[in-house]
Structure formats: C-alpha cells, structure tokens
C-alpha cells in the first residue's frame, strides 16, 4: 500500500491537471458507477487526507478513490497511448487537453462532498495536513500513548493513530529511533515518533522517491528498508526482515539487530 506522500503527490498532480476545467468526458467502468456521466462537471479540486484521494466536482459531488496495493493515477495528453491496458482502467476523465486515467483502483465511491468526512472521521491526524497545529501533535501523540504495550510497528500502521505511514516509514521509522518495531509504544517518546514522522513524509512529499537517509543514489535511500542484500545502510550488518501483524495487516518488516535493539520474532 502507497505511503502518504505518495498519495499527497499525485493529489497535487491531479489537482494541477484537473482543478478549474470542465469535463469533456466522465466515465467510470465500475459496477456501481458504470451508469454515472461526469461530462459538463467542473471539477473544483482534488484533496488528499492521509491515503484517501477526493476528486471534487461542480454540483456538491465529490469522487473519494483510494490506490490499495496496485492502484495508480496517470495524466497525459488527449490521444496519447495509455501506460496500462485499457480493461485495467476504472475512471476515465478528460479535459481538452489531458486525460486522468484512475487504473486498478478498487474503491470507489460517489458522494455528496458534505459527507466525505463519513469516510474518513475515524482517521488520526493526517501527517501532511497543511493546517497542521499543535493540537494535530498533541492528538497523534496522545492516539500513539494510549496502547502503551502495543508493537510500535503495528501502531504506526495504524491509521485511526495517525494518518499517512507506510510500511516503509514504519520500517525506517524504528530504525531510526534505534528500536525494533516489535518495541512496545511504551519503550519510546511518542512525541518524539510523532515528530519524525511528519518529518520524513514532509521531506518526501514533493519527489516520487522515498529517501530516508539523505543520499538520493539508487540503492542507498532507505537504511533498512528491503535491504536483506545490501546489509544495513549504518554498520552494514546484516539486515533481517519478518512478518509482522496479523491476516490481512501482515507486514515483510526489515531491521539491522545490532543498530535496533529490542524484542524481534526468531
């Protein structure tokens, strides 16, 4: 699943593609939706908070999308040959000049744009919130300590605790405190996690890569991270990765024993 600043990124691409023009076709090849036409809508913004993505039309609608594992949105000119094919396509929306396709998204849902919120109340502070304040610091923080023995890898995929972190800044995040993200929350500042992960998805939010260690050469952006060959990015110790959650929320979770000490699976 994308991190939050991927899915801040390509709302900002969207919205520049998108914000202000009129449709000039609308179309969506989806069960639910597949009788909708958009054409003659305007579409006002696209917003994001945390993974979800909010395409806003003229008429009170809003287009809530969320990218899960595979999905992805593609801008390109009119006429232009589609990166993907054609029966992976679920939103096709067009301006005169560009085209928005949505590929391989599996939720999507048309709404009133007043009750977006009915979609995403139940979420913790989005990490790239624009408006972001000390209160938003002091609500993540407080999510983040109320389950003091809980793994502070699964609290950090916890989107209801704070909004926007992937398996990869999970993964890095705990590097980078120096702990193993089976470290119960309570072993840590939770003001301290909370800081640094708005940090790092803030650093990223504008670029496509995911560069945690400074060094933005291939191959060196993570400091653990799917790193089981490379070895860790700090002492070069071994890197191992194990599962970590339950079901569906299971996790590859990578980290260098010598530079994160703390509980880990055998």
Known sequence: MPEGDTVFLAGKLLNRALAGKTLVRGEFRHPELATVDLVG???REVATVGKHLFTRFSGDR????HLRM???WRIHPVGAKWPMAAHHARVVLATAELEVIGFRLHDLKLLPTGEESGLVGHL???LLDPL???EHTATATAHLA???DRELGDALLDQRVLAG???LYKTEICFLLGVSPWTPVSGVDPARVVALARKLLLANAWRHEQITTGDP???RRNSVYERTRQGCFRCGGTVLVRPQGDGAYQRPTWFCPRCQPGPSPE
Not at 62 to 65: D, E, V
């Open 41 to 43: 809508h305007t579409v």
């Open 62 to 65: 809003t287009l809530h999308s």
């Open 70 to 72: 595979d999905g992805s």
């Open 124 to 126: 913790g502070p989005d």
């Open 132 to 134: 972001w304040t000390d």
């Open 146 to 148: 109320a389950r003091p």
């Open 165 to 167: 972190v992937g398996n």
């Open 217 to 219: 050469r291939r191959g």
